[in-house]
């Protein structure tokens, strides 16, 4: 399968089965240490309340109830508990509506602080010299109905287009991956090669960015053998 065809089919693979579990990491587990405990907590509340966290969607569920009595049965000690998940029921009926982006859009109210567009593609950034060095001045952006391009400039661009389209972007804006080399049977990251990969011999310095690609996340390689 193409690359880009490869790409397509996992996003969409994504946004079908994001399975909507939001559990809290567990400290000294997984949790980061970026924030204080506290903070972590107010931080953890807002955005369950922002994406819909609840325990109790599933309560009717004999699927649950026997999966939780199963998992009593067998850890005593440690009783189960409902999966968090971000998704609320309707009224009485057995519908379930599930959270996506656009429960968290709606549910700040955002509408007149952000212009959404959907189906435009940014196809690039461009960097240019300013007063305060290289920047990142212009987006390109591709209206894909129509396929004509829209230039968007900007003080501030945040690219968050997810752990794959995102160095893509980059990489299509100029940005290349410096180091290390990867060895070449397991294909991970050489952590002492000391000369890394060699960028195009005229690439400016502001361009390099030495992570680029690297720390592709387990579940995305997971869902790229399967898709294969
Ligand atoms: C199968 C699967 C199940 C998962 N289940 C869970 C779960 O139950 N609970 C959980 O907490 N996490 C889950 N995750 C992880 C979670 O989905 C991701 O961590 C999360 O979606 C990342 O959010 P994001 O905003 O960084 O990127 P994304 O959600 O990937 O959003 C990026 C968006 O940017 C868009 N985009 C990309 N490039 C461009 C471009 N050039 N121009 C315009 N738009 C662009 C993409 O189309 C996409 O809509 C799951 C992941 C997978 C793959």
Not at 215 to 222: A, K, T
Request: a neutral charge; one cysteine or more; proline letters at 8%.
């Amino acid at each position: 399968m193409a690359p880009s065809l490869f790409l397509s089919f996992s996003v969409i693979l994504t946004w079908t089965s994001w399975t909507c579990a939001t559990p809290r990491q567990k400290e000294k587990v997984e949790r980061s240490d970026i924030f204080s405990g506290d903070e972590w907590d107010s931080l953890y509340k807002e955005a369950e309340k922002l994406i819909g966290t609840s325990k109790t969607v599933l309560n009717d569920s004999i699927r649950q109830e026997l999966v939780m009595e199963i998992l009593n049965d067998e850890y005593g000690k440690r009783s189960a508990e409902p999966l968090p998940l971000a998704a609320k029921r309707n009224g009485n009926t057995a519908y379930i509506t599930w959270s996506s982006s656009s429960t968290i859009l709606d549910a700040m109210n955002c509408k007149k602080k952000f212009t959404l567009w959907p189906e435009h593609h940014c196809e690039k950034f461009k960097v240019e010299e300013t007063d305060n060095g290289p920047q990142v001045t212009k987006a390109i952006i591709r209206k894909l109905a129509t396929d004509k391009l829209i230039t968007v400039k900007a003080k501030v661009f945040i690219a968050c287009g997810g752990p794959i389209l995102t160095p893509q972007l980059l990489f299509n804006s100029g940005f290349v991956p410096t180091k290390p080399n990867r060895d070449p049977r397991t294909q991970i990251p050489l952590e002492d090669d000391e000369k890394g990969i060699p960028p195009p011999p005229d690439t400016l310095e502001h361009l390099k960015l030495p992570a680029l690609v690297r720390y592709m996340p387990r579940l995305f390689v997971v869902y790229q053998l399967t898709v294969c």
